[in-house]
Nanobody
């Protein structure tokens, strides 16, 4: 199983980035997908989640600026990030989870760095 995140980089405040996470080895359409982030010295936090029915929820801090989407044909989840702020600086991780046999089966991607300069 692989979750390959990409698209991070350095951007100025107010700019945009689009993250991608391409998966292999899982039945992607059966998994709820999410993006998390972790800034230095802080705990990992949920950024956005999209379920198998394409229903999305967002952290309050990114609501209205970020959009999560998925393409089941490409086994890929995306995070479009607009109006970026320095507080969005973090390593962003993709996450896949499903229930199987009464327990969660989950996988993490390797992370991609997003740095927003002021």
């Amino acid at each position: 199983v692989q979750l390959q995140a990409s698209g991070g980089g350095l951007v100025q405040s107010g700019g945009s980035l689009k993250l991608s996470c391409t998966t292999s080895g899982i039945a992607f359409n059966l998994y709820r997908m999410a993006w998390y982030r972790q800034a230095p010295g802080q705990e990992r936090e949920t950024v956005a989640v999209i379920d198998t029915g394409h229903v999305a929820i967002y952290a309050a801090s990114v609501q209205g600026r970020f959009t999560i989407s998925r393409d089941n044909a490409r086994n890929t989840v995306y995070l479009q990030m607009n109006s970026l702020k320095p507080d969005d600086t973090a390593v962003y991780y993709c996450y896949a989870v499903r229930q199987r046999g009464g327990r969660d089966v989950d996988y993490w991607g390797q992370g991609t760095q997003v740095t927003v300069s002021s």
